[in-house]
């Protein structure tokens, strides 16, 4: 059997497309969704990604608001601009991007944030409202992940479902959207016994742990479908000048994962660039919530 690749990059643009259909649908009431993203300090792989955010945010017809603060930028102040964003009706989103600085205790920055302009879907509130089945903000990655595997199953009623992985981000969210897909769901991680066998009997496997290539093609069900959240840079020999040479794998083993899955999701190229689709969706979500607009259809959960 050879897996059925999902494309995430593929995926991710048909949702930005979309967005952008319905903030042009917005835009004609009035009403312009607007994000803002909060960078304390000067971390390389977290200012990327802020630029691709802003930059994706403005193609897609959104407002983009960014603050980059110095990384010696006292908690007060940083709980100060939060408060002012919280109450600027012009911005529906808000994201402050982690990890801060030491000296910064981000979950008081995470529980300052308005609920209803939680994009990241962190809020205790929002953590709340999605483990009671309530209407709330969803973490993003997850958001992704759930988005594809309805695309490809349709329903996922019935379905045994696998969590590998019990973080706050990613794991423990998972596990709630697949219960509201009427998935029977279990939560793996690293104690769990017998992992190779709770593994094997799953028709959708989500692995969340971080550990490179830890899940072999021998644990996965024929015909499962795998997403694989992980993103690890290991060891891959040494260039031509000597230098160290690097790539991306995720946390499964991806060519004995794809013999036996009946879909799967690259790494990179999978997960990853939902993420950003997601954040996107879920402030036009948090723009209509907060101006009593029609929410689009399959943009949330």
């Known amino acids: 059997m050879t897996a059925t690749i999902i494309d995430g990059k593929a995926f991710a643009a048909r949702i930005?497309?979309?967005?952008?259909?319905?903030?042009?649908?917005?835009?004609?009431?009035?009403?312009?969704?607007?994000l803002a993203v909060i960078l304390v300090g000067e971390d390389p792989a977290s200012a990327?990604?802020?630029r691709n955010k802003g930059k994706q945010t403005v193609e897609v017809g959104m407002e983009s608001f960014e603050h980059k603060l110095p990384a010696d930028t006292p908690e007060a102040d940083l709980l100060d601009l939060i408060a002012r964003l919280n109450a600027d009706p012009a911005v529906h989103g808000i994201l402050?991007?982690?990890?801060?600085?030491?000296?910064?205790?981000a979950d008081k920055v995470l529980a300052a944030i308005d609920p209803a302009k939680d994009v990241d879907g962190f809020h205790i509130s929002n953590v709340g409202l999605l483990a009671t089945g309530q209407k709330a903000m969803v973490p993003c990655t997850p958001l992704g992940c759930l988005m594809m595997l309805r695309d490809h199953h349709g329903s996922l009623s019935g379905l045994d479902a696998?969590?590998?992985?019990?973080?706050?981000?990613?794991?423990?969210?998972?596990?709630?959207?697949l219960l509201g897909d009427s998935c029977t769901v279990t939560i793996a991680h690293s104690r769990s016994k017998n992992l190779a066998e709770v593994v094997r009997r799953a028709d959708i496997v989500v692995a969340a742990v971080g550990r490179p290539e830890m899940v072999p093609g021998d644990w996965i069900k024929p015909g499962a479908t795998v997403i694989d959240v992980g993103i690890n840079r290991i060891d891959a020999g040494f260039k031509d000048d000597g230098s160290?040479?690097?790539?991306?794998?995720?946390?499964?083993?991806f060519d004995s994962c794809a013999a036996v899955a009946g879909a799967i999701?690259?790494?990179?190229?999978?997960?990853?660039p939902m993420t950003i689709a997601c954040l996107l969706a879920?402030?036009?979500?948090a723009c209509c919530r907060a101006n009593g607009l029609e929410e689009p259809e399959g943009l949330t959960a």
């Open 265 to 272: 999701t690259p790494v990179p190229g999978g997960v990853g």
């Open 282 to 285: 879920n402030t036009l979500t």
């Open 96 to 105: 402050c991007q982690l990890p801060v600085p030491d000296h910064i205790d």
């Open 244 to 253: 160290p040479r690097t790539r991306l794998v995720g946390d499964c083993d």
């Open 16 to 34: 930005r497309a979309q967005v952008a259909q319905e903030v042009t649908r917005i835009r004609s009431a009035g009403v312009t969704p607007g």
């Open 48 to 50: 990327v990604y802020v």
């Open 162 to 177: 696998v969590v590998l992985g019990r973080s706050n981000i990613v794991g423990k969210p998972m596990a709630q959207l």
